[in-house]
């Protein structure tokens, strides 16, 4: 079964740390791009961060750049993220997605499986 | 970034209806690079519809998709009870950052 599970989510002080770790399962990771989305409580779809397959591209919403590092390790089937100065608008659920290109060339390709999501607060 | 605006907001249908949602984008978008997805209370978001028009694996023929340029539109025919949900559509073109719009809730009358 193809499958992409998170973990690391949790209760955090604003200006703190965590890491979300994905592990990718039924697929094999090197062949997708990857991609992290992000949804507050209450909240649409926020597109977080992306990853090309080999890790040679890497792309970040705004609101995150150089707080947060994207990475992969294709031998260990998994993504991560990782996540400094966290802030309180931080707060939501982080899925883990698999891009797919299916016919379109890329880069990015369409969301075509999802984990279940892990939380992430950030309060004091 | 091209910012994109669903409609309605909400949507109140009974099952059978037809039920039809717009996407707007704030510029011309590839139709290779629009997609629709289906969320459900506590699940994780699904992908329907992919390049505009391709119904991903597993989903039913009453979902269907279509537009071109800053239009798009997706078509449930015959709503099920399982359809009442939230759908999102995005657009995945070949630039950063990759953008949702804010969601159409289609809920039972």
């Known amino acids: 079964e193809v499958q992409l599970v998170e973990s690391g989510g949790g209760l955090v002080q604003p200006g703190g740390s965590l890491r979300l770790s994905c592990a990718a399962s039924?697929?094999?990771?090197?062949?997708?791009?990857m991609n992290w989305v992000r949804q507050a409580p209450g909240k649409g779809l926020e597109w977080v961060s992306y990853?090309?397959?080999?890790?040679?591209?890497?792309n970040y919403a705004d609101s995150v750049r150089g707080r947060f590092t994207i990475s992969r390790d294709n031998a260990k089937n998994s993504l991560y993220l990782q996540m400094n100065s966290l802030r309180a608008e931080d707060t939501a659920v982080y899925y883990c997605?698999?891009?797919?290109?299916?016919?379109?060339?890329?880069?990015?390709?369409?969301?075509?499986?999802w984990g279940q999501g892990t939380t992430v607060t950030v309060s004091s | 970034e091209i910012v994109l605006t669903q409609s309605p907001g909400t949507l109140s249908l009974s099952p059978g209806e037809r039920a039809t949602l717009s996407c707007r984008a704030s510029?011309?978008?590839?139709?290779?690079?629009l997609a629709w997805y289906q969320q459900k209370p506590g699940q994780a978001p699904r992908l329907l519809i992919y390049?505009?028009?391709s119904r991903a694996t597993g989903i039913p023929d009453r979902f269907s998709g279509s537009g071109s340029g800053t239009d798009f539109t997706l078509t449930i025919n015959r709503l099920e009870p399982e359809d009442f949900a939230v759908y999102y559509c995005q657009q995945y073109g070949r630039s950063p950052p990759l953008t949702f719009g804010g969601g159409t809730k289609v809920e039972i009358k």
């Open positions: 039924g697929f094999t990771l090197s062949g997708y791009e």
């Open positions: 990853i090309r397959s080999r890790g040679t591209s890497i």
């Open positions: 997605t698999r891009g797919n290109w299916f016919d379109s060339g890329g880069p990015f390709g369409a969301f075509d499986i």
């Open positions: 390049g505009a028009s």
């Open positions: 510029q011309s978008v590839s139709s290779t690079y």
